[in-house]
C-alpha cells in the first residue's frame, strides 16, 4: 500500500518548529526517524543536523552527519522515513533544487516548513514514491 498521510509525533514537530525558528534567517535541516503503518509515515523523532552548510536559499548535508544520525535512529528500532527542512520567508513547497534531489531519493519524504520573521510556521510534506512517479503531497497529522 502507499503511503498518503505523513503522522507526526507532537513532540517531534515541537522540536522541528523550535530548530527553524532558532535557525531563521538560515534554513534548517534534519532527519526524520519513525516507522511505517498501513496507508502512513509515523514520525517519532526528528533530529538536527548541524554540520553542512545553509543559507537563506539553499542547504546542504554533511553526509556522514547524516548517515550517522540515521544509523543511531535504526539501532533504536527507528527507520529513516525522510528529511525536513525550513524555507525562511517563503511557502513551504519544493524548490527545483529540492525537486531535483528529491527524484534521486525516491520514497524519501520531505517534511517542509515556512518560517516568518514572526515565528509563523507552515508546513507541508512531499514524497516521490517510486522512481519515475511523479511529486506526491501528503496530508500531515499528529499524534
Ligand atoms: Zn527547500
Request: glycine letters at 10%; charged letters at 20%.
Amino acid at each position: 500500500m502507499l503511503c498518503n498521510r505523513l503522522v507526526v509525533d507532537v513532540h517531534a514537530m515541537d522540536f522541528i518548529f523550535n530548530h527553524v525558528r532558532s535557525t531563521y534567517p538560515r534554513e534548517a535541516f534534519g532527519v526524520l526517524l519513525g516507522y511505517f503503518s498501513g496507508d502512513a509515515y509515523i514520525v517519532k523523532r526528528a533530529i538536527a543536523l548541524e554540520k553542512g552548510y545553509s543559507s537563506e536559499f539553499s542547504f546542504s548535508i554533511d553526509y556522514r552527519e547524516w548517515l550517522e544520525r540515521v544509523l543511531a535512529g535504526v539501532k533504536q528500532g527507528l527507520c529513516y522515513i525522510g528529511m525536513y527542512h525550513s524555507h525562511p520567508d517563503a511557502e513551504p513547497l519544493p524548490s527545483t533544487e529540492d525537486v531535483h534531489t528529491m527524484i534521486q531519493c525516491p520514497g524519501e519524504v520531505w517534511l517542509i516548513v515556512g518560517v516568518w520573521s514572526d515565528g509563523r510556521v507552515e508546513y507541508a510534506a512531499y514524497t516521490i514514491p517510486g522512481p519515475g512517479c511523479g511529486i506526491a503531497r501528503l496530508v500531515v497529522e499528529f499524534l
